[in-house]
């Protein structure tokens, strides 16, 4: 193995060359297989001598490999990250860039394994999503331009904007194989990192639209959870919902707030003035309204015979529900 690889690996320095400057991932372009420390920084993927750096050119490092198989010079272009829309996901993408070694021995094929990491405060490093992808290269093509594509849940998409603080930091770690290559065909570790800013960031999002943009995950308890019996009905009234059966969902939902009724422990008010009212009798007068309007769908009269609910209020019930399901932590 080669013994550049080999040190790069156990993390100690690579002989013949000086220790990477750590914050700066642009002196991380490498000309002739080393760091430049002095004189002229080498150019980027891309980038021609003598042309002017912008914060659009990509963040470059190189990914090593046996000296047979050489070396692939990675780069992510910032303004490349976007958020699209998905059928029941949200997809965050990005523009890699690979530049192929001139070295006929690497084959023409090079598999890679990114992790994409969220950085939040004091550097917590999260993982957001893993992904692989195929590239097919000749020495002659010069630069390949694969899209990454990481699926997200909206619950993801909040973790990741609460954790940002002003721009969007993100790490993209990459490893390589080369499996026509000889010798030991994997590569050494890299971490690519990059950020979006943070106007940019609320942009995306706020395309992707309210629906998504402002979603409020609900948790429903666990099986063993002392509130395992509302938190049934909760999922029979999903079910009812995905169904259908509008009327029926509403109904189940009302069986949970009868549910946090009896065990909440909130005291009525009574007729005592709504601004002298406490805080538990306050849930209680929220729980009471919630309880009325689901009413309507399980009891008809003279008023709530004309009552028509739609999907959106159902959902909206039920997820009003669960929220009080979720206060009453300690059921009595």
């Not at 609910?309 to 159902?314: F, K, P, T, V």
Request: proline share 6%; with cysteine.
């Amino acid at each position: 193995m080669d013994k550049r690889v080999a040190a790069e690996r156990e993390g100690r320095a690579i002989p013949g060359t000086h220790p990477q400057p750590p914050g700066n991932p642009r002196l991380r372009a490498v000309l002739g297989g080393s760091c430049k420390t002095g004189g002229v920084t080498p150019p980027l993927v891309g980038e021609s001598v003598g042309q002017k750096i912008t914060v659009e050119d990509p963040v470059v490092n190189v990914m090593r490999f046996d000296a047979e198989a050489g070396e692939f010079v990675l780069g992510v272009r910032e303004e490349s990250v976007q958020l699209l829309r998905g059928m029941g996901t949200i997809c965050l993408q990005m523009g890699l860039e690979v530049k192929a070694p001139t070295a006929t021995k690497a084959g023409r094929v090079l598999a890679l394994q990114t992790d994409l990491y969220g950085i939040g405060n004091s550097y917590q490093r999260m993982l957001v999503g893993r992904g692989t992808e195929l590239l097919s290269f000749t020495t002659e093509t010069g630069v390949e331009r694969p899209v990454l594509k990481f699926l997200l849940t909206s619950a993801q998409l909040h973790a990741i904007n609460e954790a940002r603080d002003g721009d969007l930091r993100m790490e993209l770690e990459i490893t390589g194989t080369l499996p026509q290559a000889p010798g030991f065909p994997g590569s050494t570790k890299e971490v690519l990192h990059f950020s979006v800013a943070k106007s940019r960031w609320i942009d995306q999002i706020t395309a992707l639209g309210p629906a998504v943009a402002f979603e409020m995950q609900v948790p429903f308890p666990l099986e063993d959870d002392p509130r395992a019996e509302p938190a049934r009905h909760l999922r029979g009234a999903q079910r009812r919902l995905l169904e259908g059966d509008i009327d029926g969902a509403i109904l189940e939902a009302r069986r949970a707030l009868e549910w946090i009724k009896d065990h909440s422990g909130w005291m009525w008010p009574g007729g005592k003035d709504r601004l002298q009212r406490t805080q538990e009798e306050r849930w209680a007068w929220i729980r009471f309204a919630v309880e009325d309007q689901t009413s309507a769908a399980v009891h008809k009269d003279a008023v709530t015979s004309a009552f028509s609910y739609s999907r959106d209020e159902a959902r909206a019930l039920i997820a009003i529900a669960a929220a009080l399901l979720t206060v009453v932590d300690e059921p009595v």
